[in-house]
């Protein structure tokens, strides 16, 4: 492992990740890196006993756990679009046929097949979208 790496690992490992073998190995063999990591630890403990910590109100949590739950996205109505679709192929189906003499002679299980083709596109375009 070359240097800039190694350093990388310990700059994580002061955030808390777990500094890997060949870090560990580098850092043993290497005078730079050692002394980039001594310095590193240094300054951590310095800005930890530095800089005081905010104490929270106790009623903080509370308060944050109930603008969550008020502010969370009401789910219902997630069928409108399901029946807005049905709605809109039951007009359309009794359209096609009231002004068309094409659909007189179409069976019905093959306006059925297209409707649920259809259906099944809209919904595959909707997940995509979420
Ligand atoms: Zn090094």
Redesign the pocket.
């Given at each position: 492992m070359d240097?800039h790496p190694?350093q990388e690992a310990i700059l994580a490992a002061i955030d808390g990740d777990r500094r890997s073998d060949d870090a560990a190995a580098?850092v043993r063999e290497?005078a730079?890196?050692r002394e980039f990591d001594t310095i590193q630890r240094a300054q951590d403990a310095t800005l930890v006993t530095a800089i005081l910590r905010p104490r929270l109100n106790p009623a903080f949590r509370p308060r944050l756990r109930e603008a969550i739950r008020a502010s969370a996205p009401v789910r219902g109505r997630t069928w409108l679009p399901d029946i807005a679709y049905v709605a809109g192929a039951v007009a359309g189906v009794a359209l096609a046929f009231a002004s068309s003499p094409y659909f007189r002679d179409t069976t019905p299980g093959a306006v059925v097949l297209v409707g649920v083709l259809g259906y099944v596109f809209q919904i595959a375009l909707t997940d995509r979208r979420d």
């Open positions: 240097c190694a580098h290497c730079a890196c």
